[in-house]
Antibody, heavy 118, light 110 residues
Framework: QMQLVESGGGVVQPGRSLRLSCAASGFSFSSYGMHWIRQAPGKGLEWLAVIWRDGSNMLYGDSVKGRFTISRDNSKNTLHLQMNNLRVEDTAVYYC???????????WGQGTLVTVSS | QSALTQPASVSGSPGQSITISCTGTSSDVGAYNYVSWYQQHPGQVPKVMISEVTNRPSGVSNRFSGSKSGNTASLTISGLQAEDEADYYCGSYTTSSTWVFGGGTRLTVL
């Protein structure tokens, strides 16, 4: 059974950093690209970042480019999101999502809540 | 990377059909047939209902269908049921090899 479990969320002050992790199991992690997608409370979905299956390339959404870094450790089946210089508007549930056969997002974790507040 | 444009809300009575539009640009919706639709009930993870504009994943009711014309994609739900009440999001792959979502549409079944 494929599973994605996010961790690392919590309450953090503006300007500080936080690192999210996503533990993958039940599939060949190194065979798939991985994404981070977030959803602010009561708001819509926002795509943040993708990393190629071998970690050779990463792409970001405009709102997080230069502040967030996506990375992966295929030896540990783990995806990360390093979030620096956090802002109040970064408050959201952060989802780890696996690539599908095409471009849709079929496989989601349950999410981890990040609250940026002073 | 501007969000795709969806109506904030739509409503319909049981048994009726509704259509939700998703308008983008020639760099996203209009560029490829890589538009997908997601259903999200409160407190749940989004579920893909349509992929590649028209494809319905296994297990999704055939009451859900998708289409596209130019830079606008559409999701149609026929034979509305109470369980269809949810938020719906469109998403598109872009010419920058990134993804973009719509702002979401709240469907109310009257």
């Amino acid at each position: 059974q494929m599973q994605l479990v996010e961790s690392g969320g919590g309450v953090v002050q503006p300007g500080r950093s936080l690192r999210l992790s996503c533990a993958a199991s039940g599939f060949s992690f190194s065979s798939y690209g991985m994404h981070w997608i977030r959803q602010a409370p009561g708001k819509g979905l926002e795509w943040l970042a993708v990393i190629w299956r071998d970690g050779s390339n990463m792409l970001y959404g405009d709102s997080v480019k230069g502040r967030f870094t996506i990375s992966r450790d295929n030896s540990k089946n783990t995806l990360h999101l390093q979030m620096n210089n956090l802002r109040v508007e970064d408050t959201a549930v952060y989802y780890c999502v696996r690539d599908s056969q095409s471009t849709e997002f079929k496989h989601w974790g349950q999410g981890t809540l990040v609250t940026v507040s002073s | 990377q501007s969000a795709l444009t969806q109506p904030a809300s739509v409503s319909g009575s049981p048994g009726q059909s509704i259509t939700i539009s998703c308008t983008g640009t020639s760099s996203d919706v209009g560029a490829y047939n890589y538009v997908s639709w997601y259903q999200q009930h409160p407190g749940q993870v989004p579920k893909v209902m349509i992929s590649e504009v028209t494809n319905r994943p296994s297990g999704v009711s055939n009451r859900f269908s998708g289409s596209k014309s130019g830079n606008t994609a559409s999701l149609t739900i026929s034979g509305l049921q109470a369980e269809d009440e949810a938020d719906y999001y469109c998403g598109s792959y872009t010419t920058s090899s990134t993804w973009v979502f719509g702002g979401g549409t709240r469907l109310t079944v009257l």
